[in-house]
């Protein structure tokens, strides 16, 4: 192990992502990249609960298992961190967990968009404007997850997306950023402005008064 692993800040946030009931059993997956290319992914079939450093697949850019050589097979969803990092070079890390309200929020509209709250959360991404029109992509969720990779690739090489993440359909929440810190804080971020929508969805509030 180096002087900095980064599988220890994968850990540190499965386990916090764990407790808040966004990577329960062995749902989820986190990845890290590293200055060669690849990238440490988390393992699948692993409780995001209670990880260690021998439960992660390392991915060389061209998709091959670099390490371990043994049995440990990476996450399902490999290939979608594979295309985060192939569309943004600056991204470092992909996040990706399963909440309630994300699923919830997904199935709020029908289309493959969803519009976001003005809400002061959003400075958190960068977006500092007034009257805000700032959507999240939707995509429709794959048994076989390489389609869905596909399908961000083709998208967002069109219409860039105007926040570091996107929604799969009653899946969950992708994020990446250009560190692992702001990536949790990312999913933080993403994952209050879900709950504040399924809370005004409850209590009639209109969620973006300029549009």
């Known amino acids: 192990m180096s002087a900095f692993d980064s599988r220890l800040e994968l850990i540190a ?10 990577m329960v059993g062995t749902a989820g997956n986190l990845s890290a990249r590293l200055p060669d290319g ?7 079939g692993k409780s995001k609960g209670n990880l260690n450093l021998t439960d992660f ?12 050589s043994n049995d440990l097979k990476p996450s399902a969803e490999t290939a979608i961190h594979q295309t985060i990092y ?7 890390a992909c996040y990706h967990v399963h909440s309630i309200e994300a699923n919830l929020v997904s199935r ?14 959003l400075k958190g991404f960068n977006i500092w404007q007034e009257n805000l029109n700032i959507t999240l992509s ?21 219409v860039p997306p105007q926040i570091p993440a996107l929604l799969i359909r009653d ?26 929508i399924v809370a005004a969805s409850q209590t009639g509030v209109k969620i973006n008064p300029y549009v």
């Not at 029908?110 to 809400?119: M, N, Y």
């Open 171 to 196: 899946h969950g929440v992708t994020v990446w950023a250009d560190s692992t810190e702001k990536a949790r804080n990312f999913i933080e971020l993403i994952e209050y402005i879900f709950r504040y």
């Open 108 to 121: 709020f509209v029908e289309g493959d968009t969803l519009l976001l709250p003005p809400l002061e959360m």
């Open 57 to 68: 697949v390392k991915i060389t850019p061209d998709g091959a298992v670099e390490f371990p």
């Open 38 to 44: 690849s990238f440490w992914i988390t393992a699948s």
């Open 13 to 22: 946030a499965a386990e916090y992502f764990y407790k808040q009931g966004w």
């Open 138 to 158: 939707i995509f429709p969720n794959h048994l076989d997850v390489s389609k869905i990779a596909i399908e961000i690739e083709d998208r967002f090489q069109i």
């Open 86 to 92: 192939k569309l943004f070079p600056e991204a470092q």
